[in-house]
């Protein structure tokens, strides 16, 4: 699962009012290499919680990332755009799970697909 994933989830438990952002809890990580699109990136970073990003890639044993979101006129630098490309695209969670913050359900990631389906309490 890659941290662009992440990013899009959140907990839908019933009478969860906080499900974002899920804490992540590592067994495997591996890094596969993606073609570098700058403007993918550059339409992406609005679209992206980047606190939620930060604490996600940090977790995952990145920490390349500013803590505060750059200005949109960074992202005319390379370098900034190679870190952000790294840590949403290259990252990938292959074990773990995706915790809850509200509740400390946890869904499990298992080959890299994590598994957000409720139980029939939860619904």
């Known amino acids: ?3 662009l994933t992440h990013n899009m989830l959140s907990s839908n438990i019933k009478g969860v009012t906080c499900g974002f952002p899920l804490r992540i809890e590592v067994e495997q990580v591996v890094e596969k290499e993606v073609d ?3 403007d993918f990136l550059r339409n992406m970073f609005s679209k992206i919680d980047w606190k939620a990003l930060v604490g996600a890639a940090r977790t995952m044993g990145y920490g390349e990332l500013p803590d505060e979101a750059p200005e949109s006129s960074a992202l005319e630098s390379y370098e ?11 990252l990938h969670l292959v074990e773990g799970a ?3 913050p ?3 359900r946890k869904f499990p990631v298992s080959k890299g697909i994590p598994n957000m ?7």
């Open 80 to 90: 900034l755009l190679r870190k952000f490309h790294h840590a949403l695209l290259e």
């Open 1 to 3: 699962m890659r941290l």
């Open 98 to 100: 995706l915790v809850c």
């Open 102 to 104: 509200e509740t400390g």
């Open 36 to 38: 570098f699109n700058a």
């Open 117 to 123: 389906l409720l139980h029939e309490d939860e619904v």
